[in-house]
T-cell receptor, first 109, second 115 residues
Framework: AQRVTQPEKLLSVFKGAPVELKCNYSYSGSPELFWYVQYSRQRLQLLLRHISRESIKGFTADLNKGETSFHLKKPFAQEEDSAMYYCALRPGATNKLIFGTGTLLAVQP | GAVVSQHPSWVICKSGTSVKIECRSLDFQATTMFWYRQFPKQSLMLMATSNEGSKATYEQGVEKDKFLINHASLTLSTLTVTSAHPEDSSFYIC???????????FGQGTRLTVV
């Protein structure tokens, strides 16, 4: 079955602390993985995708096929990082996205 | 980035009536549009995928006769909730991809409340 699991509903950290948002997936083929972010009162938007291997707003995510994980990390959290973060999987040969349940990141001053 | 607009942002309707939600790509041609449903504090659940000019592909468990999807042009898809019931109350979100399919752009969502 194709599934994305985000075990934490809420992650609260202090400003300047490291952040790791966990994401595990279940997919038999070669996955394409994404992180989407939704800031307060805004629409969902793409943060980063694993094939780009880029760092956006200080966030990085590495695909670990052995552990079937795609955790999102940032070394020093900022208050403006507070948002809802969704991990998503795109099964091969389709355009659709399968979303995890999301993790609310709250960065305290 | 590209913009996807949904209308209306919120709607209240009576049980038994039908309501139409529009999803427009404002500055690109959306070859594929997706409709999601999101219950409070839950994830986005894909309802259907629609390609311009062809019938929508519905996910398992989604009633195609209840949730009518039309994708008549490259910039517009509509979702019609027919004979709405209170349990249809939810947040409906559309997304669209262009010909390159590299990124999905999301609408702001529509809050449907059926009373």
């Amino acid at each position: 079955a194709q599934r994305v699991t985000q075990p934490e509903k809420l992650l609260s950290v202090f400003k300047g602390a490291p952040v790791e948002l966990k994401c595990n997936y279940s997919y038999s083929g070669s996955p394409e993985l994404f992180w989407y972010v939704q800031y307060s009162r805004q629409r969902l938007q793409l943060l980063l995708r694993h094939i780009s291997r880029e760092s956006i707003k200080g966030f990085t995510a590495d695909l670990n096929k052995g552990e079937t994980s795609f955790h999102l990390k940032k070394p020093f959290a900022q208050e403006e990082d507070s948002a809802m973060y969704y991990c998503a999987l795109r099964p091969g040969a389709t355009n659709k996205l399968i979303f995890g349940t999301g993790t609310l990141l709250a960065v305290q001053p | 980035g590209a913009v996807v607009s949904q209308h209306p942002s919120w709607v209240i309707c009576k049980s038994g009536t039908s309501v139409k939600i529009e999803c427009r790509s404002l500055d690109f041609q959306a070859t594929t549009m997706f409709w999601y449903r999101q219950f409070p504090k839950q994830s986005l659940m894909l309802m259907a995928t629609s390609n311009e000019g062809s019938k929508a592909t519905y996910e398992q468990g989604v009633e195609k006769d209840k949730f009518l999807i039309n994708h008549a042009s490259l910039t517009l898809s509509t979702l019609t909730v027919t004979s709405a019931h209170p349990e249809d109350s939810s947040f409906y979100i559309c997304s669209a991809t262009g010909p390159s399919n590299t990124e999905a752009f999301f609408g702001q969502g529509t809050r449907l409340t059926v009373v």
